[in-house]
């Protein structure tokens, strides 16, 4: 008799895995439809300790007996020498070269462990991802393998541990932490009448203040141009590592990443999951300990819809995109209200008081269509501007972040929000008359900047755009960078730090040096 772990795990586009024990212990089953390969299963051992968030081990190869038992299926069962140890975490992943089209593929990690009985233990399917919901309180979910119960505990400089439970039994836990000056740690459990997992002490990086965050978009994978850890699940997983990785050093109060998180562009509401059970995975250890906020892109928004990317309609809600968005993620809930029949601006529109600064977080592709339509630019609704115009009156300054650039940076007009140019120069001024003194974009994969006056020269604001965090970076000849201050072609991401009066930005790529640096008072 053999236990079957119901979900799989997808390698983009055709890879998954089950996790099943049986009398000889755990295999893994790897179903690998178009793909005419051998395939190679990765192992890794987890270990943690105090002061770090994760310490991992990559081992080249472990041994595996291999069986095919019928077309694109296999079957992978450990050798005497690869043992599990019960109650310890693993991370499985497979991998594969595809001989037809030359590219090595590698799927997204699977965790799992043995219970005290030998068989498929409740272990995190996503770990605990941070979000920053207001300047006291903090976002926590995360995604078990299976249903379970769910708890956090908390752990004070001072005072005693706290444990809130959630007395749910499901796979995804949501938690909101009052935040503390002397919280310290936390540690997470899933558990039911007969089997617990608890993890590690996860450190908590942020203090209680809103000074400065980092920020980059653009995640998607490359389809083009797939590499081993650039192509998972529609992810480029290699990108996000190294940047994440250059940012945990420069301690940033959150991190925001600014659209186009997956490839999306898909039918399939199953396969949108996947591309964002990618993405989550991928931003891992990371954003277990620093708070993280999203805005959507137009790939985001594609995920799912009906039709192609030439021409299709969107899903009727509660089916559309934005739902799919704001039942994934856990965000600051005080955007503007949909009309009826319409998807939400729930978690995809919102703000956060900063003290003297508002920031502001629109979604900059929602275009929503009942019939196929071809595949236009983004939009940022009527409703949107009236709900930032109405809150930004409350803060002195203000800073706007959405996907889409309003000036594309490349000499393809209409790539951005420059296609209807009589409704882009209705958006600049509104931000003008606001007194926003900042815009940061993504969707064009390259670092930006630029002053953009309104037509009397009396106002300006800045426009930066940071979209270089995975997706195929575009090289702009310098003759055709019209109206750009600063420019590069790197893997960069932004530093923004916000002064009573003034704000200072630094743009470093992942080695840590500064590519360019601008100050607003």
Request: proline share 5%.
């Amino acid at each position: 008799m053999h236990i079957i772990l119901a979900f799989f795990i997808a390698l983009y586009p055709h890879l998954k895995i089950e996790a099943y024990t049986d009398s000889t212990g755990p295999y893994f089953v790897v179903h690998a439809p178009h793909i005419s390969t051998d395939f190679t299963l990765y192992v890794t051992d987890l270990s943690y300790s105090k002061d770090s968030v994760l310490n991992v081990s990559y081992p080249d190869f472990d041994l595996w007996d291999r069986k095919k038992t019928e077309d694109s299926v296999f079957v992978f069962r450990p050798t005497k020498r690869r043992t599990f140890k019960k109650n310890t975490l693993y991370a499985i992943r497979p991998s594969a070269f595809d001989l037809k089209d030359k590219n090595t593929l590698l799927g997204t990690y699977y965790f799992f462990r043995l219970n005290k009985k030998g068989k498929i233990g409740i272990a995190p399917y996503i770990f605990p991802v941070m979000q920053l919901l207001s300047k006291d309180t903090l976002g926590i979910f995360f995604e078990g393998n299976k249903k379970s119960y769910a708890s956090i505990t908390l752990f004070y400089k001072k005072e005693s541990p706290k444990t809130i439970t959630h007395n749910k039994k499901c796979r995804r836990h949501e938690f909101k932490i009052p935040y503390q000056k002397d919280l310290l740690y936390y540690r997470f459990s899933l558990y039911t009448k007969y089997d617990t997992f608890t993890s590690h002490l996860v450190p908590i990086k942020y203090r209680g203040k809103i000074e400065t965050f980092a920020i980059f978009g653009d995640t998607r994978a490359n389809w083009a141009m797939p590499s081993e850890r650039g192509r998972t699940d529609g992810v480029n997983e290699e990108v996000i590592n190294n940047i994440l990785r250059a940012i945990y050093k420069d301690e940033p109060d959150f991190v925001e990443i600014n659209g186009d998180l997956i490839s999306g562009y898909t039918n399939s509401k199953e396969d949108a999951l996947m591309q964002y059970y990618a993405f989550l995975k991928s931003l891992y250890p990371y954003a277990s300990s620093i708070p993280f906020l999203f805005t959507p892109g137009n790939h985001d928004m594609t995920a799912p819809m009906d039709g192609d990317r030439r021409s299709h309609k969107d899903p009727t809600p509660p089916q559309s995109a934005e739902d799919l968005w704001k039942n994934l993620f856990m965000q600051p809930e005080n955007g503007p209200i949909e009309q009826k029949g319409m998807p939400p601006y729930k978690e995809n529109v919102y703000f956060l008081d900063a003290g003297n600064w508002g920031i502001f977080f629109l979604n900059s592709d929602y275009n929503y269509a009942k019939e196929n339509r071809k595949r236009i630019s983004g939009n940022i609704t009527s409703e949107e501007m009236t709900w930032f115009l109405q809150k930004s009156r409350y803060f002195k300054h203000s800073i706007v972040i959405f996907h889409e650039p309003l000036y594309s940076n490349t000499p393809i007009k209409g790539h951005a929000l420059d296609y209807d140019i009589v409704k882009r120069d209705s958006l600049l001024n509104a931000f003008l008359r606001s007194g926003a003194s900042l815009i940061l974009t993504s969707h064009e994969h390259l670092y930006a900047r630029r002053k953009i006056a309104d037509g009397k020269a009396h106002k300006w604001i800045y426009q930066v755009t940071l979209g270089t965090g995975g997706a195929p970076i575009y090289n702009v000849p310098k003759e055709k960078r019209t109206g750009i201050d600063a420019f590069s072609k790197e893997t960069t991401y932004g530093l923004i730090h916000l002064k009573k009066n003034k704000v200072i930005g630094l743009v470093k790529n992942i080695n840590g040096f500064v590519v360019d640096s601008f100050k607003i008072n």
